[in-house]
């Protein structure tokens, strides 16, 4: 059972980790892909949602509390969801250094060398 939890609790780490979000211009944005954004306000706070459509005025999003729309002039920065491929490499090699750490140190506390 230990094994299982721990297990899991890599996996978790694993695919969080594989996914960043990169800063790009609002006009750049393809709404067809129906990408996952995070939007910074002027007021500091921020948006995480689906984007749903956007125009010259408004963009709106799909969030855990429903539709929003966005007035433009509010948006201070707007960063798209991407896969990390360096992140999830690391992640992996980082995975498998800290499994035969704990292989060694098992093995060692085990026969007492």
């Known amino acids: 059972m230990k094994n299982f939890s721990l297990l899991l609790l890599l996996l978790s780490i694993l695919f969080q980790s594989c996914f960043s979000y990169k800063t790009v211009d609002y006009n750049n944005i393809a709404i067809d892909k129906k990408q996952k954004v995070e939007v910074l306000m002027l007021n500091k706070t921020s948006v995480k949602g689906q984007l749903v459509s956007k125009n010259d005025k408004t963009m709106i999003l799909e969030t855990k509390d429903g539709q929003g729309t966005i007035a433009i002039e509010e948006i201070y920065d707007v960063k ?34």
Do not use: D, P, Q
């Open 80 to 113: 798209v969801r991407k896969f990390s491929f360096l992140k999830s490499a690391g992640v992996i090699v980082g995975s498998y250094v800290t499994v035969a750490i704990v292989a060694v140190a098992s093995v060692v506390l085990m026969f007492g060398l």
